[in-house]
């Protein structure tokens, strides 16, 4: 019933940008903590950015910090990951998670979240 499902993955040169979508369905977009991770081949997956529903508080990895940003459509039940400046270092499957939780915060962790989209391929070129 809740499906998750991503698109604007693509590739792109190293300082350009890249917008990624989130549309929510089955679940109750505005009281759910949003958030993306991040996995690179090889790698685990790494957490990129969450923003909670209580308070709006974001919450992003220092890797990303003062690049990335993170938004939502209530009205369209999306949220949205644009990324700016981007570096060789974020090629990575790009995954939007959702939590249930009722609190303030919440861990930093892909076990923390109950739902997932499908992944969308980020491949920034040198």
């Known amino acids: 019933q809740v499906q998750l499902v991503e698109s604007g993955g693509g590739l792109v040169q190293a300082g350009g940008s890249l917008r990624l979508s989130c549309a929510a369905f089955g679940l109750t977009f505005s009281r759910f903590n949003m958030g993306w991770f991040r996995q690179a081949p090889g790698k685990e997956r790494e957490f990129v950015v969450v923003?909670?529903?209580?308070?709006?508080?974001?919450h992003f990895a220092d890797s990303v910090k003062g690049r990335f940003t993170i938004s939502t459509d209530n009205a369209k039940n999306t949220v949205y990951l644009q990324m700016n400046s981007l570096k060789p270092e974020d090629t990575a499957v790009y995954y939007c998670?959702?939590?249930?939780?009722?609190?303030?915060?919440?861990?930093?962790?892909?076990?923390?979240?109950?739902?997932w989209g499908q992944g969308t391929q980020v491949t920034v070129s040198s």
């Open positions: 998670a959702a939590n249930s939780g009722w609190g303030t915060v919440v861990a930093q962790t892909p076990s923390a979240f109950d739902y």
């Open positions: 923003i909670m529903w209580r308070r709006g508080g974001t």
